[in-house]
């Protein structure tokens, strides 16, 4: 019955209740015995008082209120209704005391006061009873179910780490969804004051360094972080002691991705490596951008992309008029618009499949939208695939970028922002040549131009499309090896959304040609990295292996983020550095680069390099570079020494 309770059904039962609290109310306030007058006057009352009733119930909201679902706020909304009707019927009863001699109906309200003090309470009870009850009976029908179906599968003893506003939200959560097949047996939270206490009947039994005897004690075969928002830092550090004791460890979601005040554990993660971070995310002046993007047409180019969907996430957040997302590739874009569209912004997309390349079919675009603000992240990124097809890397890196940044110098745009790349800097490969081909390209034409052009140069960026996170994953997931091409190779990293609001911060900083950079903290060795992931996924380095490949063509040991003559200077943010050096006039520039046009269609690639070299004096094209002997496994016993490596400052991709 109570799973196919229509709305019609619920309203019946409603007045019920309320029609059962007034008879009983009259009842124990005459020990059960009422007088002929008093049954007269309650006979002609109870149709309005329980309409009245009903109405204060329906006027606060309560009958939309889903039963299977009542929470304590909804049980506070039904105490609040029936305080204001018994509120509304003492007043009536004193103003009818008043007037009874004026008008002799007045004494028909006339109720003892013990009726409505009692009926208050029974209403009370009753409404909010029946909701309960249903939600119970509920849960227990979809428990047994589910035992049924699931057989005496046994629930995993699981640890709940973070007692605090997550874990309690977390445990309410399992306590309703057995079919998730986790048993909490516990909590750990470094609050000593919280230990003693339970939560949800799951006690508190220590803090984060008695974790491994708390996961011996209670048989625990996994534990989940539930702190909210913790720092990449301590899920780390959580995460390894996990691993010591045994335990398999996964992260709740945190409270900025929880909606509407319940837990969705169907988004418990494994341990990602963007948890990893060795340092603290960069924060950038979300105000600034918004007055540069709120209200204005804004175009991202390459918006299919790692970076350029995450810009269109952020971009969507500061409400532009319009957000125009430009990409060659179909499906990329598609999945981008489609997600936006369900974010449910309100915020005018226009997904447009086009080529940079193509100068007619962008003019049309920009001849369409006249966008205020430009963010140019379309590119090839391949370091060995663009060695072997240079003239691609040259049409799209070079002549692309010139292509958008020719249409937003004539159509006036405010604002044109370049993504670039660390591998511009001292480039030893065709990618990180047409790189800064096209750094310089804009810094001439920056000169002539009305709008501002800014370019922005990125380390690695952390779980990009390509990046090694995502293969290193792969790898460990088929059994491995772990595959680094050299034991010294370092770079440096930075999480997806630190790349995009460094582009959108360099937005609101540039006046024109200044190339911004991100402090990524220290560089890293990937094979620290690969070490990293590969105990965090649970297994040891003998289990897994690693191996060492020998660079790829064009690939450096070491990158760079500025030129030596680009002295680098702190802005008004701390972590954001400008880099300014003598830019080429446009006279010199022009024909230089046309000059490249001539050979991206050669098939002879050292010709291709030359050509290069001409424009970027400082490119050195070199070669791969042998793998030295591999060095021997990293003991796992001690990790949490190794944790705290200094080295580790940032996570990659």
Not at 458 to 485: H, Y
Request: charged fraction near 20%.
């Amino acid at each position: 019955m109570f799973k196919t309770l229509t709305r019609g059904m619920q309203v019946l039962i409603d007045v019920t209740v309320l029609s059962v609290a007034f008879w009983l109310a009259f009842s124990v306030r005459f020990d059960w015995d009422i007088p002929v007058p008093m049954l007269h006057k309650a006979l002609v009352c109870w149709p309005v008082l329980v309409g009245a009733q009903y109405a204060f119930l329906a006027a606060a909201g309560v009958p939309r209120i889903a039963w299977r679902y009542v929470s304590l706020g909804d049980v506070l909304l039904i105490l609040t209704s029936t305080v204001l009707a018994s509120s509304a019927f003492l007043v009536l009863r004193f103003v009818a005391a008043a007037t009874k001699t004026a008008w002799p109906v007045a004494d028909y309200a006339l109720l003892p006061l013990g009726v409505n003090a009692v009926d208050f309470v029974l209403a009370f009870l009753g409404i909010g009873g029946v909701r309960v009850a249903r939600r119970i009976i509920a849960e227990r029908i979809e428990a047994s179910v589910v035992a049924v179906h699931q057989g005496r599968r046994e629930r995993l003893a699981t640890l709940l780490v973070g007692a605090g506003q997550g874990g309690v939200m977390v445990a309410k959560e399992l306590a309703a969804r057995r079919e998730l097949g986790i048993n909490p047996v516990a909590f750990i939270d470094d609050d000593r004051l919280k230990i003693g206490t339970k939560i949800h009947g799951i006690p508190v039994v220590g803090c984060t360094e008695d974790l491994a005897d708390v996961a011996a004690r209670y048989r625990a075969a996994q534990a989940l972080i539930t702190i909210s928002n913790a720092p990449g830092r301590t899920i780390r550090a959580i995460a390894e002691r996990c691993r010591l004791a045994g335990l398999e460890v996964k992260v709740v979601p945190g409270l900025h991705e929880i909606v509407g005040g319940s837990v969705n554990l169907s988004r418990i993660r494994h341990v990602a490596i963007d948890d990893l971070l060795r340092r603290d995310p960069v924060q950038l002046d979300m105000a600034a951008i918004a007055e540069v993007v709120r209200g204005r047409v804004a175009m991202v180019t390459g918006a299919g992309g790692s970076i350029g969907s995450e810009l269109c996430r952020q971009l969507s957040r500061f409400t532009p008029a319009r957000l125009v997302l430009v990409d060659k590739a179909e499906n990329a874009l598609f999945e981008i618009h489609r997600e936006l569209e369900h974010a449910d912004t309100g915020l005018t997309l226009v997904p447009c499949v086009a080529d940079v390349c193509d100068e007619t079919r962008m003019r049309s675009l920009f001849d369409e939208h006249r966008p205020h603000v430009v963010f140019h992240a379309a590119a090839h990124k391949h370091v060995p695939m663009m060695e072997r097809d240079c003239g691609e890397a040259i049409k799209n890196n070079v002549f692309g970028t010139k292509t958008v940044a020719d249409l937003a110098d004539g159509y006036r745009a405010a604002v044109f922002v370049m993504i670039s790349t660390d591998k511009a800097v001292n480039p030893t490969s065709v990618m990180g040549a047409t790189k800064r081909v096209a750094e310089i390209y804009t810094q001439a034409l920056s000169q002539r131009s009305g709008t501002r052009f800014v370019t922005v140069r990125f380390g690695n960026v952390l779980g990009s499309n390509g990046s090694v996170i995502p293969i290193f994953k792969e790898q460990i997931a088929n059994g491995g090896p772990v595959t680094v091409t050299h034991p010294d190779i370092k770079r440096y990293f930075m999480t997806i959304p630190e790349a995009c609001q460094l582009v959108l911060q360099a937005g609101t900083m540039g006046k024109g040609g200044e190339i911004f950079v991100l402090d990524m903290g220290e560089p890293i060795k990937i094979v620290d990295l690969a070490r990293d992931l590969i105990r965090l996924s649970g297994f040891r380095e003998d289990e897994i292996g690693l191996a060492f490949t020998g660079t790829r063509p064009g690939e450096k040991l070491f990158e760079e983020l500025l030129l030596d003559d680009e002295n680098a200077q702190k802005t008004s943010h701390p972590k954001v550095y400008v880099g300014r050096t003598a830019s080429w006039s446009w006279h010199e520039m022009h024909p230089a680069i046309m000059a490249l046009w001539n050979v991206v269609d050669s098939a002879d690639t050292s010709q291709v390099r030359r050509a290069l070299q001409s424009v970027v004096q400082e490119y050195r094209p070199v070669g791969s570079i042998p793998a030295p002997e591999p060095e021997p496994p990293v003991p796992s016993e001690g990790a949490m020494e190794d944790l705290l490596d200094p080295r580790l400052s940032a996570a990659p991709g």
